[in-house]
């Protein structure tokens, strides 16, 4: 077979991917050099950007060749995406958060209303976990609300408590909120495991090789991130949504690191560790032993 030959069912090296991911600057910042071609070898990328609701749903329609979503949603879409080993979210003091208005009691929250992001996420996950543990006769209601909806919605009474992730870790005192716990505090201090976030997956049925240049492109965009992090300030600002460059740094300093560039053994075990936690409350179907083996 010559090495221009295409299989059938396999991209050719040199096709546009189709890639979703969101507009936090932890995405644009990991994905910066490759999607603007400069990543030796690695296939174009036509970008969509969503927010994590949004690709969690297109993982699950099977509509994009890769996409960044919630490991919360991982176990729904195994049969189809594999689980790439590098330019996710994963790591330490990280966690989602859960605010009210100036409760500090986590008993305050039974029978009350809780805003969420995602019913299909990983926060949500490690909050009903945490909840299970904590709250006498758990929560009353779950509403999803948009994730810029859910500090309003705390600080103005429409509900008890919210879950909020990324950079309303850094701005949720502006809304006068308080924090009642850290999601990703209670994992870490039950498991000893880092938090497991955001996973990339891409399309099992684009065959092994492509698999394992695509992880490789992510690695590689990582690393040349890190080397030379002016290079994606344009790309990472122009999609901040006005979020404050300082926060924006912040928020790279805190959601991109070594787990970012490779799961590695600690990382699997995350989120085996999660998935299997969440199987075991019926959050979500169990995995197979080999659900996570990439490629």
């Known amino acids: 077979m010559s090495a221009h030959t295409h299989v059938p069912g396999r991209r050719a090296p040199d096709s546009t991917v189709s890639i979703a991911y969101s507009p936090c600057p932890n995405d644009t910042f990991v994905f910066d050099a490759w999607a603007h071609g400069r990543v030796p070898g690695a296939p174009p990328l036509k970008v969509t950007f969503a927010d994590i609701d949004v690709t969690n749903g297109m ?90 909806e859910i500090m309003p919605a705390v600080r103005d009474g429409r509900v008890d408590a919210g879950l909020v992730i990324h950079e ?50 992510a690695r590689a965009s990582v690393r040349m991130a890190w080397e030379d992090p002016e290079a994606s300030r344009p790309y990472v600002l122009e999609h901040a949504q006005e979020m404050d460059p300082a926060v924006a740094d ?12 490779d799961l590695g053994d600690d990382g699997i075990a995350a989120v085996r560790g999660l998935l299997t936690r969440a199987a075991a409350e019926g959050l979500v179907p169990p995995l197979t032993d080999d659900a996570l083996r990439f490629p």
């Open 59 to 148: 993982a699950q329609r099977g509509e994009l060749d890769v996409l960044k979503i919630s490991y919360g949603v991982l176990p729904w879409v195994l049969d189809e995406y594999a689980l790439l080993p590098c330019g996710g979210a994963l790591g330490r003091g990280c966690g989602p958060l859960v605010l009210t208005r100036g409760e500090t009691d986590a008993a305050a929250l039974h029978g009350g209303t809780v805003a969420v992001p995602s019913e299909r996420s990983t926060a949500y996950l490690l909050f009903r976990l945490w909840a299970a543990e904590e709250v006498p006769g758990d929560v009353g209601e779950v509403v999803v609300l948009p994730f810029h």
């Open 250 to 261: 912040q928020h790279i300093g805190l959601y991109v690191n070594e787990f970012t560039a």
């Open 168 to 217: 309303a870790r850094f701005t949720y005192q502006q809304y006068g909120l308080h924090k009642l716990a850290d999601m990703g505090e209670h994992w870490e201090n039950t498991t000893r495991l880092p938090i497991p976030l955001g996973a990339i997956v891409a399309r099992r049925s684009l065959g092994t090789e492509t698999l394992l240049s695509l992880a490789d492109a």
